[in-house]
C-alpha cells in the first residue's frame, strides 16, 4: 500500500499569508495526485488534480507542483474561507487505488 | 452536471447492517467505476472498495472483504454500499465517489452512527 504522509499536521496563520503544504508517497506516484479542501461534516471539495491542474472553479490563488514522490500544495493568499483541513490522495493504479493523506488543518493564527 | 446524492444519516446498534445508497446524475452511470470511502473522527479517508456499473464487478479492500456489499441499479443509475456486523468504529462519514479520467466526484456523505 502506497501510504501518503502530510506535513504539518496544522498550520497557524493570518489571512492574506501565503501557505505551503507538504505531500509524500512511500513510492512513486508518477503524477496521479489530487488535493482537497474539507470542512467539517462536509464532502472533500477537490482542487488539484494531476499534482498541479486545477479543477473547474477553484480559483487561482491554489496552485500544486510535483511529481514522483514529493507534492505541494500553495495558496499563494490565505482567504477567510480558506481556513479547513486539506488532504492529498494517490490515484496510481496500485492496491488498494486510492490512498489519503492524514490531513493538515490551516488554522486562523 | 455530475451530482451523486447519497442517503440520509443512519443509526444503528451493534451487530446490524447498514445499507447505504449513492444516486447519480448527469453523466453515463455506466462509464466510470464507483468507489466507497469511509472517514472515522479525527482518522484520515480510507478506500472500502469499488463497483464496476457496467459488469457488476466488485473490489474491496481486505479489511472489509467480509463485510461489505457493493451492488448496483443500472435502470435507477444508483450504487449501494452494504456493511454488515457493525461495530462502534465504524462510526463515520461514507461517501461515494467516481473518478472520471483524473476528476473525482463525490457525494455528500452519509453519517453512519453505531451505538447500543
Known amino acids: 500500500e502506497i501510504v501518503m504522509t502530510q506535513s504539518p499536521a496544522t498550520l497557524s496563520v493570518s489571512p492574506g499569508e501565503r501557505v505551503t503544504l507538504s505531500c509524500r508517497a512511500s513510492?512513486?506516484?508518477?503524477?496521479?495526485v489530487a488535493w482537497y479542501q474539507q470542512k467539517p461534516g462536509q464532502a472533500p471539495r477537490l482542487l488539484i488534480y494531476?499534482?498541479?491542474t486545477r479543477a473547474t472553479g477553484i480559483p487561482a490563488r491554489f496552485s500544486g507542483t510535483g511529481s514522483g514522490t514529493e507534492f505541494t500544495l500553495t495558496i499563494s493568499s490565505l482567504q477567510s474561507e480558506d481556513f479547513a483541513v486539506y488532504f492529498c490522495?494517490?490515484?496510481?493504479?496500485?492496491?488498494?487505488?486510492?490512498?489519503f493523506g492524514q490531513g493538515t488543518r490551516v488554522e486562523i493564527k | 452536471q455530475v451530482h451523486l446524492v447519497q442517503s440520509g444519516a443512519e443509526v444503528k446498534k451493534p451487530g446490524a447492517s447498514v445499507k447505504v445508497s449513492c444516486k447519480t446524475s448527469?453523466?453515463?452511470?455506466?462509464?466510470?467505476?464507483m468507489h466507497w470511502v469511509r472517514q472515522a473522527p479525527g482518522e484520515r479517508l480510507e478506500w472500502m472498495g469499488s463497483?464496476?456499473?457496467?459488469?457488476?464487478?466488485?473490489e474491496h479492500a481486505q479489511k472489509f472483504q467480509a463485510r461489505v456489499t457493493i451492488t448496483r441499479d443500472i435502470s435507477a443509475n444508483t450504487a449501494y454500499m452494504e456493511l454488515s456486523s457493525l461495530r462502534s468504529e465504524d462510526t463515520a462519514l461514507y461517501f461515494c465517489?467516481?473518478?472520471?479520467?483524473?476528476?473525482?466526484?463525490w457525494g455528500q456523505g452519509t453519517l453512519v452512527t453505531v451505538s447500543s
Open positions: 465517489a467516481t473518478q472520471a479520467g483524473s476528476i473525482f466526484f
Open positions: 448527469g453523466y453515463t452511470f455506466t462509464s466510470y467505476p
Open positions: 463497483i464496476s456499473p457496467d459488469n457488476g464487478n466488485t
Open positions: 513510492q512513486s506516484v508518477r503524477i496521479r
Open positions: 494531476g499534482a498541479s
Open positions: 490522495q494517490q490515484y496510481n493504479n496500485n492496491w488498494p487505488p486510492w490512498t
